[in-house]
């Protein structure tokens, strides 16, 4: 675990990498052939998926960490404890910065993200520990960022 982030419960840490697989399963890959899944974990203990949704015009593509936040915030939630990406690759892969930029929006900068490598559970059947997990946070992923409380900073006149 990254010194920079809290601690985040080993069940909830399970469901929650568990989770970014089934939503991988959803991903609307047609163009990349690159399927992501992401799972949330709201300070309730609720569980927000999301995959990628790709578009023939290529800038309407969502990414899976986007669907994950746009589906929570437009229900109501936007209080997060924990973030899991998942990908086909076997090492772990990080958000893009159009997602981090919003993962640094909706959560604290030292949230637990867990980047998971496609081979997961191979990896803890081999006796690799956290499975190859990459633990890391919106601090490491986007340093120096600019956030919502920057907007409320006095300007020069």
């Not at 973030?83 to 604290?108: H, N, W, Y």
């Not at 496609?118 to 633990?135: I, S």
Request: proline share 4%.
């Amino acid at each position: 675990m990254s010194a920079s982030t809290w601690a985040l419960q080993p069940t909830d840490r399970e469901r929650l990498i568990k989770a970014a697989f089934e939503a991988k399963e959803f991903a609307y890959s047609r163009y990349s052939h690159f399927r992501v899944g992401a799972a949330l974990l709201t300070t309730t203990g609720d569980v927000v998926k999301g995959a990628n949704v790709e578009n023939a015009s290529y800038g309407g593509t969502i990414c899976a960490e986007r669907t994950a936040f746009v589906k929570a915030v437009s229900e109501g939630t936007r209080s997060f404890t924990a973030l899991a990406v998942v990908t086909d690759v076997k090492s772990a892969i990080s958000p893009c910065g159009m997602c981090r930029q919003v993962i640094r929006e909706f959560c604290a900068q030292n949230m637990p993200i867990l980047l998971v490598p496609a081979d997961y559970e191979q990896r803890l059947a081999e006796g690799v520990t956290d499975g190859g997990v990459k633990e890391t946070s919106i601090g490491e992923l986007l340093p120096d960022s600019f956030g919502p409380e920057d907007l409320d900073l006095p300007r020069a006149q």
